[in-house]
């Protein structure tokens, strides 16, 4: 497959060019449109976007010509927030919560994160495996070029490292790029460990082990009432920073736990989930460059009493992405179909909702520096859609409008319909 590509006559190129910075407030909704536009890949990298005249009458030189009549072209998607490793399914959960069980009453009945943790343990190597890269499969068919992944379902040193293990080896079975995040406070201990303990366990031996076996690039921690304090997230956040180890926070998922303000004033990449921020912190938290990364589908999921305010963080200058968080309760796999639920969910216009899942997305994973939009120089990542249209992400819901997705100008999947 060659990794020389030249693409003319798309009906929307949407470039979303980067000017070094996510985009927030009115940047957000701009997707840089060139119509009956043009991209040149040459070994792997964009060296050129433009009109198709332009393109045709510069790079006509070798490589595969693609004529994309039709069709929308974005950057390659970037799916941020996924955990894909894990065993048994807990879809009588969701049947109980439709039937008004609370998540008290659902631990109570044996399920909740707990006892995904459990059958992880009791998983075999192969069986782990093959759940991840089925999971890589499926969201690779939304058009995926670059999945972020988690640990957290080991919840103790051995455990976590041996799914970073196992996701560093399901990694090779995908062509899609994935980053590894070391996810260790994901759930307070149900056997009896107090979780003063367990972040310092945390802090002294699981950090110090990733890091030295280099099997993960970024470190995810949650702040939520009953879980961990922002105290106890703050420590984590902090010892991280010293050792250069870029942070993720699991934020306000269920309850306000200052977990917003806690991920901002640590400086993290990204805070996610921020279902129950309170809109008085949006507003006096103000700009950022820390990412929300908000998750339509897990909320529409959990059948919250709230959704994150997405509007509110665009209007007060935060940067804002989507993701699936494909995870033990709910296995949401399609991209595109989040950026359409973030549409109708938060009211978001399809450019920021597409942005959301391309370029800042890009910088939740502090990835900015070779994708997330199509300027010359980075790696040639592109979505391509068969509709005419960026608009038709948020309308086409659900429908199996992706064409194809092209990593470093090769192509990883494609529609065979
Ligand atoms: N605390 C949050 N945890 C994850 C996974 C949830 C699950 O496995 O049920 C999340 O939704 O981001």
Redesign the pocket.
């Known amino acids: 497959m060659s990794d020389d590509l030249t693409i003319v006559h798309a009906s929307s190129l949407a470039c979303i060019f980067d000017h070094n910075k996510p985009r927030a407030g009115k940047a957000q909704s701009e997707l840089d449109i060139i119509h009956d536009g043009g991209i040149a890949i040459r070994n792997g990298k964009i060296v050129a976007v433009g009109s198709t005249d332009m393109i045709l009458r510069d790079y006509s030189d070798g490589g595969t010509v693609l004529d994309a009549s039709g069709k929308t072209i974005i950057p390659g998607l970037v799916e941020c927030?996924s955990?894909p490793i894990f065993a048994g399914n807990r879809h009588w959960e969701y049947v109980r919560r439709l039937e008004g069980a609370t998540g008290k009453e659902i631990r109570a009945e044996g399920g909740g994160?707990w006892s995904?943790i459990v059958n992880t343990r009791k998983a075999g190597d192969d069986e782990l495996i093959y759940n991840a890269v089925r999971a890589f499969e499926l969201i690779a068919a939304g058009g995926v070029t670059t999945l972020e992944v988690k640990s957290g379902y080991g919840l103790d040193r051995d455990g976590e490292l041996r799914l970073l293990r196992l996701l560093n080896e399901a990694a090779k079975q995908t062509k899609m790029d994935i980053v590894i995040t070391f996810l260790g406070a994901?759930?307070a201990p149900q056997d009896g460990r107090s979780t003063d303990d367990f972040v310092l366990s945390v802090k002294n031996e699981m950090i110090p082990a990733v890091l030295e076996q280099n099997i993960a690039v970024a470190h995810d921690l949650?702040c939520?009432n009953g879980d961990f304090s922002a105290q106890q997230a703050k420590m984590l956040i902090d010892y991280s920073n010293e050792l250069g180890f870029p942070v993720h926070v699991?934020a306000d998922?269920s309850s306000d736990s200052k977990g917003w303000r806690t991920a901002v004033e640590g400086g993290v990449l990204s805070a996610?989930?921020l279902t129950y921020t309170p809109d008085s912190e949006i507003v006096s938290v103000g700009a950022t460059d820390t990412v929300a990364v908000l998750?339509p589908v897990?909320e529409q999921f959990y059948l919250d009493e709230r959704k994150a305010n997405g509007k509110l963080f665009i209007e007060n200058n935060v940067p804002v992405a989507v993701a699936t968080?494909y995870?033990?309760?709910f296995q949401a796999t399609s991209l595109p179909l989040t950026i359409a639920a973030a549409c109708s969910w938060f009211k978001f216009t399809p450019a920021q909702a597409i942005v959301g899942a391309t370029l800042n997305a890009a910088y939740a994973l502090g990835k900015n520096h070779d994708r997330g939009s199509l300027d010359i120089g980075k790696k040639g990542d592109l979505t391509i859609f068969n509709c005419e249209h960026p608009n038709q992400l948020g309308t086409s819901i659900g429908a199996p409008i992706v064409d194809a997705a092209i990593s470093s100008g090769s192509v990883i999947w494609e529609n065979k319909q």
């Open positions: 927030h955990h994160i995904t994901h759930i949650s939520e699991h998922a996610d989930h998750l897990a968080d995870c033990s309760s």
